[in-house]
């Protein structure tokens, strides 16, 4: 079964502050997406990851994915509460296309 | 350009009965997914649409069924009710064509409570 474990699981923090979240797995995909769910709302893509070891940077956001395409990083600069949030990564295993999502970091950015 | 709609938005039912929800993609896409979203987790796939055939589906019992229209909308039916379907219920659309990369578009979700 594959999986895809995020941690932290929950993250609080004071606007200003950097931080990074981490999606792992032992399995290879093929590309990985990262979302931001807010509350009552659906989960929005925020961009996906294909070749290994490439960085793609929105805004304060900053992805990377690992040269062997089985994890993945998320860093935010000088955090604002307006990324609170619920993070989802959601890898691809190939022509399948059912995507592999993990649990999620919930963040918490305080003013 | 109308985003994935779903409705209710929210609904509250018994165990034992039977509900039905419902989904409008993205216009220009064909493809439905649908996801069940405990608080504070991540979606768990429980199956997609496309060309009105279920393709693929998660790891959910019989009770869970689903139906896609000529026009690409998509129902989500769950009979015999638990107390452990209350979940978030999002529906997600795509485009087959753009690939296993093309991104998922996601609805506001139906918030399911059974009592």
């Known amino acids: 079964t594959q999986l895809l474990e995020q941690s932290p699981q929950f993250l609080s923090i004071q606007e200003g502050e950097n931080l990074t979240v981490y999606c792992n797995s032992s399995?290879?995909?093929?590309?990985l997406q990262w979302y931001r769910q807010e509350p009552g709302e659906g989960p929005v893509l925020l961009v996906t990851?294909?070749?290994g070891g490439e960085v793609k940077k929105l805004k304060r956001l900053t992805f990377q994915f690992g040269d062997a395409r089985k994890d993945s990083s998320l860093h935010i600069t000088a955090a604002q509460p307006g990324d609170t949030g619920l993070y989802l990564c959601?890898?691809?295993?190939?022509?399948?296309?059912?995507?592999?999502w993990g649990l999620g970091t919930s963040l918490a950015v305080n003013p | 350009d109308a985003g994935v709609t779903q409705s209710p938005t929210h609904l509250i039912k018994t165990r034992g009965q039977q509900v039905t929800l419902r989904c409008s993609p993205k216009?220009?896409?064909?493809?439905v997914s649908w996801y069940q979203q405990a608080l504070g987790q991540g979606p768990q796939f429980i199956f997609q649409?496309?060309?009105?055939?279920?393709?693929q589906r998660g790891n959910f019992p019989d009770r869970f069924s689903g139906h896609q229209f000529p026009n690409y909308s998509s129902e989500l039916n769950v009979n015999a009710l638990l107390l452990g379907d209350s979940a978030l219920y999002l529906c997600?659309?795509?485009?087959?064509?753009?690939?296993?990369?093309?991104?998922?578009?996601f609805g506001n979700g139906t918030r399911l409570t059974v009592t």
């Open positions: 649409y496309y060309e009105e055939e279920e393709r």
């Open positions: 959601a890898g691809n295993a190939g022509n399948n296309r059912k995507l592999i």
């Open positions: 997600a659309s795509s485009l087959l064509a753009g690939g296993s990369n093309s991104p998922l578009h």
């Open positions: 990851v294909v070749t």
């Open positions: 216009s220009g896409h064909d493809t």
């Open positions: 399995s290879v995909f093929s590309s």
